[in-house]
């Protein structure tokens, strides 16, 4: 699978025509997705007894999905805009169509393009856009571009669009 639907509001997420509302098991992605590349157990180790939660990482795409330490289902699916940003490394950023209330996101992409959708974020604050209800909560990442002098200029770029499910 090359290429991606995925369309996000406050009550849902619709990934390839297929409706996520909650946490899931990792397999009702893979039967949208495929399977990820790779499942990244990120460090420090857990301690004894314990794990940490699970990164399905999916290069191709431009996507990851974090597994819940505890119970083992999806709780959150991160598209990736900005690669050398991002926390989790897929080997792209997303090439797909993501809708966020109505407007497209896209690799590239910095706050002054967002134009209001149908979603009342909250923020930005610390390059943070929040927002939640009824057991879903989008997040939309932002940092400044570096200057040549290494320090990061007033102009933000959207590193990532998180969908956390409870």
Request: charged share 25%.
């Amino acid at each position: 699978m090359a290429f991606v639907t995925a369309d996000v509001s406050l009550d849902r997420l619709v990934i390839n025509d297929r409706l996520f509302q909650k946490p899931v098991d990792p397999s009702e992605y893979a039967a949208t997705l495929q399977s990820p590349v790779r499942v990244v157990d990120p460090s420090p180790p857990a301690p004894y007894g314990h794990r940490n939660n699970q990164i399905h990482e999916f290069d191709e795409l431009g996507l990851y999905l974090i597994e819940h330490h505890a119970t083992g289902l999806v709780d959150a699916v991160v598209f990736v805009l900005w690669l050398e940003e991002c926390a989790f490394k897929p080997a792209r950023e997303f090439s797909g169509d993501l809708a966020i209330g109505g407007v497209r996101f896209f690799p590239g992409m910095v706050e002054s393009d967002y134009s209001g959708g149908t979603i009342p974020f909250e923020g930005p604050v610390l390059g943070l856009w929040k927002a939640r209800r009824k057991g879903i909560w989008i997040g939309l990442t932002a940092k400044g571009m570096r200057l040549r002098s290494g320090r990061r200029g007033k102009r933000k770029r959207f590193v990532d669009v998180s969908v956390c499910f409870s």
